[in-house]
Structure formats: structure tokens, C-alpha cells
């Protein structure tokens, strides 16, 4: 079929917060960035402008794709709708929700694409204007991530990140070696490391013209351990760069190598992302070996990484089996004690395609139709062993605001920012407060009047 245009979509519902959107999307830029040259591409992001309307005017012509993950999807199947209202013949859906479970939406896409799509996306295209585009394409192996899908000029041009979006996204690893049981990223992105060439990296920080960004990668702080040659040359190369910061999640390993932790301050990175995920030590197992649910070692680390001027953002969550409401309060004590310079406390989901999911189904302890849009990691989804649900939500709810009170908040970000020498204050003055915002809005959705499908 002759093809007018590509339209790609990003769901959202976030919206503009203070006149942007808080990042784009960086798998669709990427796959956006492999459409030839002679065939009209555009990104639409939801949370930058509602796409409803311009689905309106699409025609049989176009050929759009969707990605979502799994509390997106039930929007994306809403946006579906639309287009084939419209008359558009041909929906592509990917992401990690068709990924996981790709039956759930076999039912309304017209195609299907699962893995991470580098290979079968052109091939979609090709076929699209052959008129032999197949129900389901999987991208099997994990790319090797030396030169795949570079970011496109024409793409980077017509996102505008600068203007649109708040935090620039950006990939240096991708997998993770570790097992916890409720992880989907490395359901997606496979258990091996995989490391882009640094002279990619740094070519295409110039390209974009960015001084900012956040890392996509699941667990970059395992590049510490698995190749510390490879971090040492990435922070050197990183370093030379005129960038205003960089964050990334991590686990606690990476406070046992102080030298690439003061070469990763040289190289401009902010904060680490931490993820500790339980206080409670009967959790171990759950925890895929990064974390031991000790608090004493979590000090430490906290201290090792702060040493070096670096930030640390805790990340927890609530509802493992060994959990009951203290340890909510456990942990809200250990951040208390602790400094750190913000603090992600979330539910525990279960994710398609994890092992926490399957163990749920077996003992029936999902809570029956919940839809898809309160897999938020901010609503309780199944039946916790150790506490009611009622009481599980009643807690959370009172810890969260104890946590993000806007006193709180300010306490930390002041201490963040006072990690800074004074002259660049000004420029640290946002983002020392901006974390705990985000997860504030991120527990908001709890008690939002209705969740956006
Ligand atoms: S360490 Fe992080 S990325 Fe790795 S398996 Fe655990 S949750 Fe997933």
C-alpha cells in the first residue's frame, strides 16, 4: 500500500507540568530514527499534546504504531479505537506489555510486535507497503547495541527536548544480570549487560545538544562491577562534556568502588538512583541478590556514595510477604536517619511476565478486574499475605504523607542542594527538589477521582 505517513504514539497521563512534559519518549525516537529518509515520520507524545483529535485525521494510508507498558495499555487500546475510526487499516503495538503478554493484545492491534523491535521494524514498514504485513513480527535476540538505531537528525529536530520535555533520556547499558522477582526490565531487556561504544554515547550527547539527562538503563550500576575499564574510560570521555548532570538507578554495589565514584562525580553525574527495595531482611530472596533488607549496610552505602558528592535517591517498595504495616514505618525511620537526598516509596505490582505474578496466580491472590491502569506501582493490585488490603492502603497512605509532606520535601532538597558548592546552587536549585515532587504526583494518582485509560 502506497504509505502517506508514520505516526508513532506515546500514551501518557502525566500531561504538561509548568509547560512541559517530563521526558520524551526515547525507544520512539530511536524507532522513528530507522524509517527512511523518504517516508514521513512523526512522534505524537500524549502527555505533551492530547492525541485524540489528530488521530481523527488519519487515513487507510498511514501506518501507526503504539508503545505502552502495561498501565498504559488500556489508553493505547483507546487510541486504537480511534484510529480505526478514522480509517486507518494498520495498528502496530510493542512495548513491554505486548512484549509480556502479547495474547492481551492480539485482541485489538493489528499487529503485535514483541522484543525490542530494532530488527522487525523496518521490516514492518517494507511490508506495510507491500501489502504482506504479518499479525505478529518478534524480535527474538538482544541487539547488540554498537550502532543500533542512532538518533536521526530530522528526529531530533522535530522533538525539540529542549522545548518540550523536561529530562533528555539516554541509553549507556542495557539487561541486568541480577533476579528480582517482580522486575519486567529484564523480562524485556534480557539478564546480559550489553554496553553501547562510548564514542556513540558521546557523539550523540553533542548531537542532541543536551547537558542534561537520565538513563534508561536498567541497573547502570552493575557496569561497575561487570566492567569497571569500561565505566573508568565512559566517565573520563563524560567528563570533558560541558554537562550540567546526569542520574541513573543503580544498586548499592557500587559504593564499594570508591575511585569510580569520584570519577563519576568528575563526569558530572548527580545523583544515583538506589535501589535498596525492602528494610525488612525476610525479603532477601525476593531481591535478586543486590539488596539484603539490611539497614546497617544501607547506611554504609549511603555514606560511601554521599562521601564522594554524589546524591542518593532510596528506592523501596511495600508489600512483600514478609511485610505487615510496620515495616512501612520502618523505613520511613531509616530514611529519616539516613540522609538521603530523596525517597521513592511505591506498591509492589505484579507485572505480567514475572515470577511475583505467577506465584499470585497460583495462590489466587489477585484482586479479580482490576484493570490495567491501576498497575501504577500506586494501588494495591493483589492480596497481601502478612495484612489486609484496607490496612495496606490505609498505611501507605499515612506513611506517603508523612514522607512527602511538603516540609519534607523541603528538608531533603535543601540538604541536596547544600551538597553543591554555592556558585552552582542556582543551576542544582530544580533538580534537588524535583525527585521528590515527581513521586509525591506519583502517589497522588492513588487518590486521583479517576484514573485516565
Ligand atoms: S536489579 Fe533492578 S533491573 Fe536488575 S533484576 Fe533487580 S529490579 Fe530488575
Known amino acids: 500500500m502506497e504509505i502517506r505517513k508514520i505516526v508513532l504514539i506515546q500514551p501518557g497521563r502525566e ?23 523518504d517516508v514521513e515520520v512523526e512522534i505524537w507524545h500524549h502527555d505533551w499534546e492530547p492525541v485524540e483529535q489528530k488521530l481523527l485525521t488519519l487515513t487507510k494510508h498511514d501506518l501507526v504504531g503504539i508503545t505502552a507498558k502495561t498501565l498504559e495499555i488500556e489508553q493505547a487500546e483507546y487510541f486504537a479505537q480511534l484510529a480505526r475510526q478514522a480509517g486507518v487499516q494498520a495498528i502496530v503495538v510493542g512495548g513491554s506489555h505486548a512484549t509480556l503478554m502479547p495474547e492481551d493484545v ?61 529530562t533528555p533520556m539516554m541509553e549507556i547499558t542495557r539487561g541486568c544480570p541480577r533476579n528480582c522477582s517482580f522486575c519486567t526490565a529484564i523480562r524485556v531487556s534480557g539478564q546480559k549487560m550489553r554496553f553501547r561504544p562510548i564514542d556513540e554515547i558521546v557523539e550523540e550527547i553533542e548531537r542532541r545538544k543536551i547537558d542534561r539527562f537520565f538513563l534508561t538503563d536498567d541497573n547502570f550500576g552493575l557496569a561497575f562491577v561487570i566492567d569497571p575499564e569500561y565505566t573508568e574510560k565512559l566517565f573520563l570521555a563524560l567528563e570533558k562534556l560541558p554537562l550540567r548532570g546526569w542520574t541513573t538507578q543503580a544498586e548499592m554495589a557500587v559504593s564499594k568502588y570508591p575511585e569510580l565514584l569520584k570519577l563519576a562525580k ?26 539484603k533488607g539490611q539497614m546497617k549496610q544501607y547506611h554504609q552505602a549511603i ?24 515495616v512501612m514505618w520502618d523505613t520511613w525511620n531509616f530514611a529519616k536517619e539516613s540522609g538521603l537526598d530523596s525517597l521513592s516509596t511505591t506498591v509492589l505490582t505484579p507485572y505480567p511476565g514475572t515470577p511475583f505474578r505467577k506465584q499470585l496466580i ?50 531533603r532538597g535543601l540538604r541536596a542542594l547544600s551538597r553543591h558548592p554555592v556558585r552552582r546552587m542556582p543551576a542544582k536549585l530544580f533538580g534537588s527538589f524535583s525527585t521528590d ?17
Open 303 to 326: 555514606q560511601a556514595i554521599q562521601k564522594t558528592g554524589i546524591g542518593v535517591v532510596g528506592l523501596f517498595v511495600f508489600g512483600f510477604d514478609f511485610d505487615t504495616p510496620q
Open 362 to 411: 497460583e495462590e489466587n491472590r489477585l484482586i479479580p478486574n482490576k484493570s490495567w491502569r491501576y498497575y501504577d506501582t500506586a494501588h494495591v493490585t493483589y492480596y497481601p499475605k502478612l495484612m489486609s488490603v484496607e490496612e495496606f492502603e490505609r498505611e501507605y497512605d499515612k506513611v506517603c504523607r508523612a514522607i512527602y509532606s511538603p516540609y519534607r520535601i523541603a528538608q
Open 15 to 37: 500531561g504538561r507540568i509548568f509547560g512541559k512534559a517530563p521526558a520524551a519518549s526515547y525507544t520512539l525516537m530511536r524507532l522513528a530514527s530507522l524509517v527512511p529518509d
Open 106 to 166: 492480539e485482541r485489538w492491534a493489528d499487529v503485535v510486535v514483541t522484543g525490542e523491535a530494532y530488527r522487525t521494524w523496518p521490516k514492518i514498514i517494507e511490508d506495510f507497503q507491500n501489502d504482506t504485513l504479518q499479525p505478529r513480527y518478534d524480535d527474538t535476540e538482544w541487539a547488540d547495541l554498537s550502532g543500533v538505531a542512532p538518533l536521526s537528525d530530522r528526529v531530533i529536530r522535530q522533538v525539540d527536548e529542549v522545548r518540550h520535555y523536561w
Open 266 to 291: 568528575r563526569a558530572h553525574m548527580d545523583k544515583l538512583f538506589i535501589g535498596f527495595e525492602s528494610v525488612n531482611p525476610e525479603n532477601r530472596r525476593e531481591l535478586g541478590g543486590k539488596s
Open 437 to 453: 515532587y515527581g513521586y509525591r504526583r506519583t502517589f497522588a494518582w492513588r487518590h486521583a477521582t479517576s484514573l485516565p485509560r
